[in-house]
């Protein structure tokens, strides 16, 4: 029953046109990532692109420094300063940023505002160096400014600073420096990942409703296998392959990238990439929990899914449902008044993929004086969601005869 249940999966021309078009996404974004990489090479002031471009920057990062020590950021900064240029100009672009790299951007991030869209390069310059950068301790104060900000759709709650403040503190510092090149790939093809998911409800949609459509439906439901085994069969099915499918399509991306580059950065802090980070992770680890939180994600998808073909007993009123599930929330704004809106708009399948932003945002439930975070959350959401899909399964099934 269960090879029967993949050979249908398999033989609909529809689902292996929108497989082979998922996975050739995700080999045009490794292609283009790597071939786009660029590194301004100050001896012959020319870009250089590609593989060459990802070893020159590893080059310099090892140059610079191992760790962004105090004493580090303060030299760096006071160099920076001693330029006595506007950095928000072309000639502090061309003098100072471009041939520092990541490390001035790093660096500029920590001073500037939680709410700033941009990175405030200025910034820098009005740093008072007389006692250091304080580079860790601009962190800790950035963090503890925004918790205790006024904030017209609610404020945190006294037990969700605690919590925050003490998650910051606990991250390893200083923290280690290196090329965030390579890894920052890995970030960028896991993301198409999501695309992915367009391809699941596809194939998914059509799991159960395919047998309303045919007529066996009224058949196979009288039957002893029909009301059990062929049931979970289906689910088994549809959530093997959804797992499958993206842990091919990615495992298969990131095996080109580690080819061809290897995965130099992996045991980088992840704050590398937000100074306000307050996971302690390295940057391998939080792109292994993006993993992991995609598949949950696409599993409750898929189980919803496979609830709405057995309800609706239509596979075009399940494709649109799945279609609308996906693209619909990444037109829902935020709320300015409403935070119970807000916690939920945080958790639609959009938002929760883009896991860098979930790790440097500070969003979090409360029940009573226990505060779950934002991944946390996102984990509990998505295993009740599949558990309650589960059961609509079941009854959207066995409802057939009515």
């Known amino acids: 029953m269960i090879r029967f249940e993949w050979k249908k999966i398999f033989e609909r021309r529809l689902n292996v046109i929108a497989m082979l078009m998922?996975?050739?996404?995700?080999?045009?974004?490794?292609?283009?990532?790597?071939?786009?990489?660029?590194?301004?090479?100050?001896?012959?002031?020319t870009y250089v692109y590609g593989v060459d471009a990802v070893r020159m920057?590893?080059?310099?990062?090892?140059?610079?420094?191992?760790?962004?020590?105090?004493?580090?950021?303060?030299?760096?900064?006071?160099?920076i300063q001693s330029r006595h240029l506007d950095l928000e100009s072309d000639e502090a672009y061309e003098e100072v940023i471009r041939p520092l790299g990541d490390i001035f951007w790093v660096t500029a991030k920590n001073y500037t505002d939680m709410r700033e869209g941009i990175t405030d390069r200025n910034a820098l310059n009005e740093i008072d160096l007389t006692d250091g950068a304080h580079f860790y301790e601009q962190r800790m104060k950035k963090i503890?400014?925004?918790?205790?900000?006024?904030?017209?759709?609610?404020?945190?709650?006294?037990?969700?600073?605690?919590?925050?403040?003490?998650?910051?503190?606990?991250?390893?510092?200083?923290?280690?420096?290196?090329?965030?090149?390579?890894?920052?790939?890995?970030?960028?093809?896991?993301?198409?990942?999501?695309?992915?998911?367009f391809v699941v409800i596809i194939c998914v949609s059509s799991v159960f409703s395919s047998e309303y459509e045919s007529g066996a439906a009224h058949l196979l439901v009288t039957t002893k296998c029909g009301k059990n085994r062929l049931i979970w069969s289906k689910i088994a099915v549809s959530v093997l392959f959804t797992v499958g499918y993206l842990a091919v399509g990615i495992a298969l991306?990131?095996?080109?990238?580690?080819?061809?580059?290897?995965?130099?950065?992996?045991?980088?802090?992840?704050?590398?990439?937000?100074?306000?980070?307050?996971?302690?992770?390295?940057?391998?680890?939080?792109?292994?929990?993006?993993?992991?939180?995609?598949?949950?994600?696409?599993?409750?998808?898929?189980?919803?899914?496979?609830?709405?073909?057995?309800?609706?007993?239509?596979?075009?009123?399940?494709?649109?449902?799945?279609?609308?599930?996906?693209?619909?929330?990444?037109?829902?704004?935020?709320?300015?008044?409403?935070?119970?809106?807000?916690?939920?708009?945080?958790?639609?399948?959009?938002?929760?993929?883009?896991?860098k932003t979930v790790l440097g945002s500070f969003v979090s439930y409360t029940v009573g004086n226990h505060v779950i975070s934002y991944v946390g959350m996102i984990v509990i959401v998505y295993t009740v969601v599949s558990a309650f899909a589960l059961l609509l399964i079941r009854r959207g099934w066995l409802g057939v005869k009515s």
């Open 253 to 355: 991306a990131l095996g080109a990238i580690g080819l061809v580059l290897g995965f130099q950065g992996a045991d980088l802090p992840v704050q590398l990439w937000n100074t306000v980070i307050p996971y302690n992770l390295t940057v391998g680890q939080a792109c292994a929990a993006n993993f992991a939180v995609m598949l949950l994600v696409s599993v409750a998808i898929a189980l919803v899914l496979l609830g709405c073909s057995a309800g609706t007993r239509s596979s075009l009123a399940t494709l649109v449902i799945g279609m609308a599930l996906i693209i619909a929330p990444s037109f829902f704004p935020m709320s300015k008044e409403s935070g119970l809106w807000n916690h939920v708009n945080y958790l639609f399948p959009v938002r929760v993929v883009d896991f």
């Open 144 to 197: 503890t400014d925004f918790l205790n900000m006024d904030f017209s759709f609610g404020n945190y709650k006294e037990s969700e600073k605690a919590y925050w403040i003490q998650k910051a503190e606990e991250t390893a510092a200083p923290f280690r420096w290196g090329s965030r090149d390579i890894m920052g790939m890995v970030w960028d093809v896991t993301a198409p990942g999501f695309y992915l998911f």
């Open 57 to 79: 920057d590893q080059q310099r990062a090892e140059a610079q420094t191992d760790s962004l020590s105090e004493e580090y950021i303060t030299q760096l900064v006071s160099k």
């Open 22 to 45: 998922g996975y050739v996404l995700i080999g045009v974004c490794v292609v283009m990532r790597i071939s786009q990489s660029n590194f301004y090479d100050e001896k012959t002031q």
